[in-house]
C-alpha cells in the first residue's frame, strides 16, 4: 500500500495508474480464488460442524476419519481404497476445504454411531430354509442384543433434531428367490468402526451352524454343458 502511495507522487496520470491497479488486483484475485475458497470453507466448516475431528466421512469418493481440520484443507486417515473392508490404508488424504463446502459429504458417525449392514447367503432350493433362518436369527440374538439397545436410545436421541421415521432395529432374514438358490439376506446393525469385523464374526458363527446342519446346504453357481 505505502508503494503504491509513492507511485501516486510520482505518476501524472492517476487514470492509468488505477487502471493498473484494477488488472494487478484482478489477476491476483483470479490466481488465488482456489486459496480464497479453501479459506473460506475452512470458516464455514469450523462454524457449521458438519464434521468434528474423530468423525467418519465420505467426501467425493474420498471415504475416512478426519485427523485435523485446518483453514484450507480437511487431512483424512483413508480406508478401503485397495483394502477390502473399512479398514485403513494408511494414507492421509487432504481434501481441499473449498470443495468439502460445496460437495455431498457422507458423514458416519454424525449424531450416533451405529450403521445397517448385510450378509447375503445363498442355499440351495433342497435346504430346510426354514430351519436356516431360526439358527441365523438365534446368532443374531446371541450378538446383536448390546448394539440393538444401544441404537435405540441413539435413535431416541436423533429423533430430537432431524425427522427420522420410527426405524426396525432388531436384525432380520429376508429372504429372495432366484433361478439357481434361494438368498437369505441377514440384516443387522453394528458399530460403523467395526463394520468388518462384526460382519465376519456373524459370517462365522453362521457356517459353523450350517455345517452342523445336515439339511442346509450352500449353494454355488454350476454349468451344464451339452454336447
Same mark, same amino acid.
Request: net charge negative; glycine share 6%; proline share 2%.
Given at each position: ?26 489477476? @491476483? ?20 460442524? !458438519? ?10 469418493g474420498v471415504v475416512g476419519? @478426519? ?9 483424512? $486417515? ?14 492421509? #488424504? ?12 457422507? !458423514?458416519y458417525t454424525k449424531d ?7 450378509? @447375503? &447367503? ?22 446383536? #442384543? ?18 427420522i421415521e420410527n426405524s426396525? &432395529?432388531?436384525? !432380520? ?12 439376506? &441377514?440384516?443387522?446393525?453394528?458399530? #460403523? #468402526? ?11 458363527? &453362521? $457356517? ?20
Amino acid at each position: 500500500m505505502v508503494v503504491f502511495w509513492l507511485l501516486t507522487i510520482w505518476v501524472e496520470n492517476t487514470e492509468t495508474l488505477l487502471l493498473s491497479y484494477g488488472l494487478i488486483s484482478a489477476a @491476483v484475485a483470479l490466481a488465488l480464488q482456489d486459496i480464497f475458497k479453501d479459506l473460506i470453507g475452512g470458516f464455514v466448516l469450523l462454524g457449521s460442524g !458438519n464434521y468434528r475431528v474423530g468423525d467418519r466421512i465420505e467426501v467425493e469418493g474420498v471415504v475416512g476419519d @478426519v485427523a485435523k481440520i485446518s483453514l484450507l484443507y480437511t487431512t483424512v $486417515l483413508e480406508i478401503r481404497n485397495w483394502v477390502d473392508g473399512d479398514q485403513p490404508t494408511g494414507r492421509l #488424504t487432504l481434501v481441499p476445504n473449498g470443495k468439502v463446502a460445496r460437495a455431498v459429504v457422507h !458423514n458416519y458417525t454424525k449424531d450416533h454411531e451405529f450403521i445397517w449392514d448385510e450378509i @447375503v &447367503i445363498p442355499i440351495t432350493y433342497t435346504s430346510d430354509w426354514q430351519d436356516a433362518i431360526k439358527r441365523i436369527k438365534v446368532i443374531l440374538a446371541k450378538t446383536q #442384543t448390546q448394539i440393538s439397545k444401544k441404537a435405540e436410545k441413539q435413535i431416541e436421541n436423533l429423533s430430537k433434531h432431524y425427522y427420522i421415521e420410527n426405524s426396525v &432395529i432388531e436384525p !432380520n432374514v429376508f429372504i429372495k428367490l432366484t433361478d439357481n438358490w434361494i438368498e437369505l439376506h &441377514i440384516r443387522y446393525i453394528t458399530d #460403523t #468402526t467395526v463394520r468388518r469385523t462384526s460382519h465376519s464374526e456373524i459370517s462365522m458363527e &453362521i $457356517l459353523k451352524e450350517i455345517q452342523n446342519s445336515k439339511g442346509i446346504t450352500i449353494a454355488s453357481e454350476t454349468m451344464q454343458i451339452l454336447k
